[in-house]
Structure formats: structure tokens, C-alpha cells
């Protein structure tokens, strides 16, 4: 079985612009999470959504938006991005929102000039 | 409500044992643990839910005492492989509404 699968593994943007990240979760897994991870730090929550509604939001500005569809599918959506927007983003799935493994993507290199 | 682990960076010789602590400031529903290395995604390693339970992964266990709010990782005869950031993960609630990393615990093994 696939695992989750993020695109694109690497990008580069420029300040102001806007970025959308993808992600296919576990078959059968409805649960999908986002998260932050900046160089030498641990991974920082940023959304998670069940069953296409969001039920979990960490402490990130407005620019960062996600959503989920029908498929269980995912994407994370970051407006106005600035330098420090720099980092590793993670998502990962579960088959339900708590109490079971979590498992992570590969993640998506995002570079901020 | 980021969970504090200790300690921050372990050196160990092949053969040799770790424990790595996790600590929350909230009550625990379930604390998860991860390995890290660099430039790689988190890979799973255990889960451990309320009711202080313990359990074990060939060489590396962990135990969750949910009314101390703490958790630790053994990890015993170490191996190369076990070189990497360790982070526990901690969910406060049953309906997953957030999952908290731990600070990290930076693990070398040298031979």
C-alpha cells in the first residue's frame, strides 16, 4: 500500500507570493494533518481536518489555510509568504482523529527568497 | 503546550542504554514517539494511550505514567541506527483536536 504522498518535495518561492501544498493520505485513512517544521526545531502543528471539516488548529496566522476533499485529500494553502515561512511541511494521516499512529509524508521543502 | 523533554542531547557508545523523558503541563489522552534523522520524516516508534500502559518495540520501550503526565523511551544496547532526534507527541484530549511535538532529543550512537 502507498503511504501518504506529498508534491511537490521541493520549491522555491518569493516573499509575497502564495503556495499551495499537496497531500494523498493512507488509503482508507480520513484524517489528515498539517505541520511546520523549521531547521532544528520539532514539527509544529498547523491544521488537522476529519472527515472534510477541520477539527484542529494550531497557533499560525490567517495566511495559512487548508482544506480537504471528498477523496480525503488534502491541501495547504500559505498566502503572503514571508522569509521565516521557510521550512519542512509535513503531513500526515490516521484512520481517525486521536488515539492511533500517525504517519508521516516525506514532507515538502519550502525555500522562501 | 509543548511538551518538555529531557535530556536535549545524549551521546552513547555502542551496547549502551538511554532514557529519554517527556513531560506535559496538561493531562495526556496519548503520547506518541517518533525518531527523526536528518532531513527525513518522522518515523513512527510507539504509542502509548492513557491507563499507564507500557510497551515495547524489540529493543526500545516506553512508559506512560498519565498521573505524573510523563512518558519515557528506554532504548537499550544501542545500535548506529538508533542516531537521531527522538520527539515524543502528546494529544491532550480524545477528540484529537491538537498533537503537540516534544522539544527533541538529539541521540548519537558512536561505535
Known amino acids: 500500500d502507498a503511504g501518504v504522498t506529498q508534491s511537490p518535495t521541493h520549491l522555491i518561492k518569493t516573499r509575497g507570493q502564495q503556495v499551495t501544498l499537496r497531500c494523498s493520505p493512507i488509503s482508507g485513512h480520513k484524517s489528515v494533518s498539517w505541520y511546520q517544521q523549521v531547521l532544528g526545531q520539532g514539527p509544529q502543528f498547523i491544521f488537522q481536518?476529519?472527515?472534510?471539516?477541520?477539527?484542529g488548529r494550531g497557533n499560525f496566522p490567517d495566511r495559512f489555510s487548508a482544506r480537504q476533499f471528498p477523496n480525503y485529500s488534502s491541501e495547504l494553502n500559505v498566502n503572503a509568504l514571508l522569509l521565516g515561512d521557510s521550512a519542512l511541511y509535513l503531513c500526515?494521516?490516521?484512520?481517525?482523529?486521536?488515539?492511533?499512529?500517525?504517519?508521516f509524508g516525506e514532507g515538502s521543502w519550502l525555500t522562501v527568497v | 503546550q509543548q511538551p518538555v523533554q529531557s535530556p536535549q542531547a545524549v551521546i552513547l557508545r555502542e551496547g549502551e542504554d538511554a532514557v529519554i523523558n517527556c513531560s506535559s503541563s496538561?493531562?495526556?489522552?496519548?503520547v506518541h514517539w517518533y525518531r527523526q534523522k536528518h532531513g527525513e520524516a518522522p518515523v513512527f516508534l510507539m504509542i502509548?494511550?492513557?491507563?499507564?500502559e507500557q510497551k515495547g518495540h524489540e529493543k526500545i520501550s516506553a512508559s506512560f505514567n498519565e498521573k505524573k503526565q510523563q512518558s519515557s523511551l528506554y532504548l537499550t544496547a544501542s545500535q548506529l541506527s538508533y542516531s537521531g532526534t527522538y520527539f515524543c507527541g502528546t494529544e491532550i484530549s480524545s477528540t484529537g483536536n491538537q498533537f503537540y511535538f516534544g522539544t527533541g532529543t538529539s541521540l548519537t550512537v558512536i561505535p
Open positions: 496538561k493531562a495526556l489522552y496519548s
Open positions: 481536518y476529519y472527515e472534510k471539516e477541520e477539527r
Open positions: 500526515a494521516s490516521r484512520s481517525s482523529f486521536s488515539g492511533n499512529t500517525i504517519y
Open positions: 502509548l494511550l492513557k491507563g499507564g
